[in-house]
């Protein structure tokens, strides 16, 4: 799913790639079709959106919130609570398998109306930080 873009390694310069989101286990945060940026090291804590490798399956990059430390590495959840392929299914995911936190949303325009008005409302939502939030870990 994210292809690096930038990588420098040992001289302090901002690791930033981009990710595709696939399927619905973000929605309503992210939807298919969404661009992330993301940053490769970055720093997770509880809340934020990361990317990483499935645990049952490393060569499957998928796109989760980051919800608890826990012993062993990350409790992770999708925000769309009817898709259960998250820590739900497997568990505590290693901190090696986190591979980078989403930093920017972007929103393809192919949805909307070619209107001077809709155009300029998708300017403002295309590109969005993505929020913090706390769901609870079970």
Known sequence: MPERVDEQDGRGLLRIGLAEVYNPS?????VPGD???????GEVRPGR??????PFQHDLLIVKRAVARR?????????NPSVRN??????VVPDELVVARAWVRLRPPRL???????????VFSAVR???SRRLRAR
């Open 26 to 30: 973000m929605e309503p945060t992210l």
């Open 35 to 41: 661009l992330l940026v993301v940053r490769y090291g």
């Open 49 to 54: 959106v990361v990317v990483m490798r499935h």
């Open 71 to 79: 012993a062993g590495g990350w409790w992770v959840r999708g925000d």
């Open 86 to 91: 998250d820590s739900r299914e497997f568990g």
């Open 112 to 122: 909307v109306q070619r209107t001077p008005g809709a155009l300029l409302g998708w």
């Open 129 to 131: 930080p993505l929020p």
